[in-house]
Nanobody, 127 residues
Framework: QVQLVESGGGLVQAGGSLRLSCAVS????????MGWFRQTPGKERECVAG????????YYSDSVKGRFTISRDNAKNTVYLQMNSLKTEDTAVYYC????????????????????WGQGTRVSVST
């Protein structure tokens, strides 16, 4: 059974930084495309970042480009989201997601593209 466990959320002031981690167990992590999504009440879950198996290709939404960095450590079965220059509008529950893929260049960017999800970690950015 594949499990994803996020950590690293919390309360931070605007302009600050947080690093989210997502540890994956029970599957072949090195063949998973991975994504980070966020969701606020009443809104759809939004993909903010994604990364291919090898880490050689990444995706960022326009809202976080230049501020967030996704990375992965296949030896540790972990994907990270470094969030810098945080804004109040980044406040959300953040979820990591994984999908076994046969093509290393593809990054799913919608929730339907992922089979496996973590439980979420809350990020709150204050003024």
């Amino acid at each position: 059974q594949v499990q994803l466990v996020e950590s690293g959320g919390g309360l931070v002031q605007a302009g600050g930084s947080l690093r989210l981690s997502c540890a994956v167990s029970g599957g072949t992590f090195s063949s998973y495309g991975m994504g980070w999504f966020r969701q606020t009440p009443g809104k759809e879950r939004e993909c903010v970042a994604g990364i291919t198996w090898s880490g050689g290709r990444t995706y960022y939404s326009d809202s976080v480009k230049g501020r967030f960095t996704i990375s992965r450590d296949n030896a540790k079965n972990t994907v990270y989201l470094q969030m810098n220059s945080l804004k109040t509008e980044d406040t959300a529950v953040y979820y990591c997601a994984g999908e076994p893929l046969s093509y290393d260049m593809f990054i799913p960017t919608t929730p339907r593209g992922y089979d496996y999800w973590g439980q979420g970690t809350r990020v709150s950015v204050s003024t």
